[in-house]
Each structure stands twice: as structure tokens, then as C-alpha cells.
């Protein structure tokens, strides 16, 4: 009986932040497992379709337009920014859906309602992590400098899981009320994609004299974040700390609207 009560005491003394990390693990590792339960190719799905992407546009740019945009080898430009693109695409467009495709479990749990959006901020996270090595083999395979700066992709990904949380704290519960919210997500992030530097970068804007304006973008100090490891020209510390600074905010108004519409959110779905 001893032994019993010394070994459940850890669990009862769990503070509520650790069942918060416990249960957000255990619903990310569910979601992964699910994905990719009944595809044969599992995770190569994950990094195929950045893949065919990068293909088109290195094609596009470099075999029939000999445009002067990004920086060589293209097809390593492409992919630094490429990827984690691929991550908040996914996981903002997954948000959409993160109450209605979840309505009976999130009724029937006293989780803290933010963690049906932070599992799916994570589960894609880790498939952008998955990932990473595909860039490692082009970069390999094209010759390109790894600089020191590529110690720089830690703070990348914080930045980019605080602004992808508060997009989809802010997306998730407002889909709920407004339907067609999904559908013109879904259009903002396709103009999004052109609108950051990914198939270009910064110093490309400030040629078309458009960087002041795409510094607001903060995607685009993050990308620069990324690129910095093997381009060190991409990177601009300007539009970084406007990432920092927008993300943050971001963050901020995306637990606000949360918390806001929580209640009303569970008597509508």
C-alpha cells in the first residue's frame, strides 16, 4: 500500500501545466499516427508535395524564365522558405476545422479548449522538422555553404509557432460562427503565398522598391531567419523584429478572441 501511494502522489501533484503538455503530446502523437495509418508511403506524403512545388517553380525560373530572382543553387533558396510555409499553410488551414471535426470530444473534455489548436501548430511542426533533412540533401547535392547562421533556425521556429498559434486561435473559433470564414482562409492564404518572399526574396522586393512594405509581412523575417543558414544576404534583422513584434500581437488578440467566443463557440457546435 506504501509503495502504491508513493508512486500516485507524482501524478496527483501534476500541475496543471503538465497535464496540459501531457495531454497536448498524446493528441499530437494521435494525429500523426492517424495520418499516416493507412498511407503506404506515410511520411515521404508529408514532404512530396513541397517537393513537386519547389520542382515547378525551379523549372519555371531557372530552365524557362532566366530571371534574376533568389540566389543559387535556387532549388535550396526555394525549399529554405518553402517548408515552413508548408507548415503554417497546413496548420492555419487545419484550424478551420479544429472545433467542428473535434465538436463531441471538445464538449465532453475539460482540457483547456487551446490545445485542440496548439496539437495541430505541433503536429504540423513536426512535419516541417521531418522534413528538414530533404533540404540538407539538395544543399549537399548543390554544393551550398552552411554558415553560422544557421543556428538562426531556433528562434525561426519560435517565431513561427507563436504566429501560427494566434492565427489559428483567431481562425479556429471564428469558422464556427461564420462558415464561409474557411473559405476566404483559404484565399487569404493563397494570396499570402505570392505576397511572401518564398518563390523571392527581401532584397528582391527592395529592387522593385517594395521592401518596406513586405518587411510587414511577418512571414518574411521569419523566412529570412531561414534562409540566413546557407544566404546570409537574405537575412534583415528589420523585418525579424517586425516579426517578433506582429507575432506577438497576433498571439496576444488570438487568446483574447479565443477566451472571448469560447463559451458561445460550445453551444454552437
Known amino acids: 500500500m506504501e509503495r502504491v501511494s508513493t508512486a500516485g502522489a507524482p501524478r496527483r501533484q501534476r500541475s496543471p501545466s503538465a497535464r496540459y503538455r501531457q ?27 513541397p517537393l513537386v512545388m519547389a520542382g515547378i517553380y525551379w523549372f519555371v525560373f531557372t530552365q524557362i524564365f532566366d530571371r534574376a530572382v ?53 503536429s504540423k511542426g513536426i512535419e516541417f522538422l521531418a522534413s528538414i533533412p530533404v533540404v540538407i540533401f539538395f544543399a549537399i547535392a548543390t554544393g551550398a555553404t552552411l554558415h553560422w547562421e544557421a543556428l538562426l533556425v531556433v528562434p525561426a521556429i519560435l517565431l513561427q509557432s507563436i504566429l501560427t498559434m494566434g492565427v489559428g486561435l483567431i481562425v479556429a ?5 461564420f462558415r ?15 505576397a511572401s518572399p518564398i518563390i523571392y526574396g527581401l532584397p528582391d522586393l527592395k529592387r522593385a522598391g517594395l521592401e518596406f512594405w513586405g518587411s510587414f509581412n511577418p512571414l518574411a523575417g521569419i523566412f529570412s531567419l531561414y534562409r540566413s543558414a ?10 525579424v523584429a517586425i516579426a517578433a513584434i506582429m507575432s506577438a500581437i497576433i498571439l496576444v488578440v488570438g487568446i483574447l478572441v479565443f477566451h472571448r467566443t469560447e463559451r458561445a463557440a460550445l453551444k454552437e457546435i
Do not use: H
Open 23 to 49: 495531454a497536448l503530446w498524446l493528441l499530437t502523437v494521435r494525429d500523426l499516427r492517424v495520418r499516416y495509418s493507412t498511407s503506404a508511403l506515410g511520411y515521404f506524403w508529408s514532404i512530396l508535395d
Open 70 to 122: 533568389g540566389e543559387r543553387p535556387y532549388i535550396v533558396f526555394l525549399l529554405c522558405a518553402l517548408l515552413p510555409w508548408m507548415w503554417f499553410n497546413g496548420a492555419v488551414s487545419d484550424c478551420t476545422r479544429a472545433y467542428l471535426r473535434e465538436a463531441k470530444l471538445i464538449r465532453s473534455t475539460k482540457i483547456p479548449r487551446t490545445i485542440w489548436v496548439a496539437r495541430l501548430v505541433m
Open 173 to 177: 473559433p471564428l469558422v464556427v460562427f
Open 180 to 194: 464561409d470564414f474557411e473559405r476566404a482562409t483559404k484565399l487569404v492564404l493563397r494570396f499570402l503565398f505570392y
Open 230 to 239: 546557407f544566404f546570409p544576404d537574405q537575412l534583415d534583422w528589420y523585418a
